[in-house]
């Protein structure tokens, strides 16, 4: 018996013997016959940075500022240059200026110098700052008295104010308390008795004074952001107290530092009173050095007390200032104290790290 062998092709047999996975037997070949590969992940790890540097054993080397050092020098030189012309010059005299400075003349004119700045200075501020309530009111009457005061007092020449108020006996005899526009007289008493050479100079200097003050207080008051009144007035805030509490405390700010150079001037103002023949500091320096001949070291004694008194004056202005700017900077600026110390502080720990 006799058989016939049929011929098989490798790509029949392959397509019998792979099971059915509903694609082309001659793909599932292909796959087969491919070789096997492994590619690189495409995401590739991060690899580690350079090591960190230690900067510990670098030293510290502070900024150049050579405009800064030539700046210092020249101004040094000049101040040097004055010292040495004061220490010097045999013409100033210092031995003379040092036996007046605490002459008892001189201290009691000093006195007088400091009682008139401080009646002064406080009457006309709290005049003042009741005329800047008159000019910021809604009435037109308070707001013209207040307007025309202002006008006045800043138009006339201080001395001639001075000079007014003292003669005024021969205006207006008596100066009478009573009833308007009749008979009736509480009190009266002669004007050259009630008008003094004091009573003159605080007359003239606490008018003059409150005219000022008034359009400095205004202003400051001005400055403060209506919107925070107006908040304050919606939550039934009492105006007296908003005044007090909200308004000028944020007005200060812009008061202080107007307020304190009037104060300075006023101090030096007072020096006009001797017009008066009044015995503040100014005039009594005038009397001694009529009678020694002494003119520049006098004047010089009145010009160190002059100095004295205005730096002690901005010291207390530095301080309220300061006070007062709680509510507008985060950080209270440092003390002239606080500042020396962190220089000498700072410039210690470089020092240390320059070594």
């Known amino acids: 018996m006799s058989s016939t062998a049929t011929p098989v092709s490798v790509a029949g047999a392959a397509a019998q013997s792979a099971p059915s996975t509903g694609r082309p037997a001659s793909a599932g070949a292909l796959e087969n016959q491919a070789p096997e590969s492994t590619p690189e992940s495409t995401a590739e790890t991060p690899t580690a940075g350079p090591p960190a540097v230690d900067y510990s054993g670098y030293k510290v080397v502070p900024a150049k500022h050579p405009g800064r050092w ?27 200026v040092a036996q007046w400075f605490t002459a008892q003349s001189v201290v009691n ?31 037109p009457l308070l707001v013209g008295v207040s307007w025309t005061f202002s006008w006045i007092f800043r138009s ?30 509480f009190f009266e008493v002669q004007t050259t008795t009630l008008i003094s050479q004091f009573a003159a ?32 007035a919606a939550l039934g805030i009492p105006a007296w107290r908003r005044s007090t509490r909200i308004i000028l405390p944020q007005a200060m700010r812009a008061i202080l530092p107007t307020a304190f150079n009037e104060i300075i001037g006023l101090v030096k103002g007072t020096s006009i009173v001797y017009v008066l023949a009044y015995s503040e500091l100014f005039y009594t320096v005038q009397v001694i050095y009529n009678r020694t001949q002494q003119v520049l070291p006098l004047l010089l004694v009145a010009t160190l007390w002059y100095v004295v008194i205005t730096s002690v004056l901005s010291v207390f202005q530095y301080y309220i200032e300061r006070h007062y700017s709680k ?10 104290l606080q500042k020396v110390r962190r220089f000498f502080a700072t410039h210690a720990v470089l020092e240390r790290k320059s070594r």
Do not use: H
Not at 327 to 336: I, S
């Open 70 to 96: 030539v700046g210092t020098v020249l101004v040094a030189l000049g101040v040097a240059a004055v010292l040495w012309s004061l220490a010097t010059n045999p013409r100033w005299e210092w031995g003379v």
């Open 109 to 139: 004119g000093l006195v007088e110098t400091l009682k008139l700045t401080a009646i002064s200075g406080a009457l006309g501020f709290v005049l003042g700052f009741v005329l800047a309530l008159m000019r910021l009111s809604a009435s």
């Open 156 to 185: 006339t020449p201080l001395l001639v104010q001075l000079l007014l108020w003292y003669n005024l006996g021969y205006l207006y005899e008596k100066i009478s308390l009573g009833i308007p526009f009749t008979d009736v007289r």
């Open 201 to 232: 100079a605080v007359l003239g200097l606490t008018l003059n004074q409150a005219a000022y003050s008034a359009e400095i207080i205004r202003g400051g008051i001005l400055s403060v952001d209506q919107g925070q009144l107006e908040a304050a």
């Open 327 to 336: 509510g507008a900077v985060r950080n209270l600026p440092l003390t002239p």
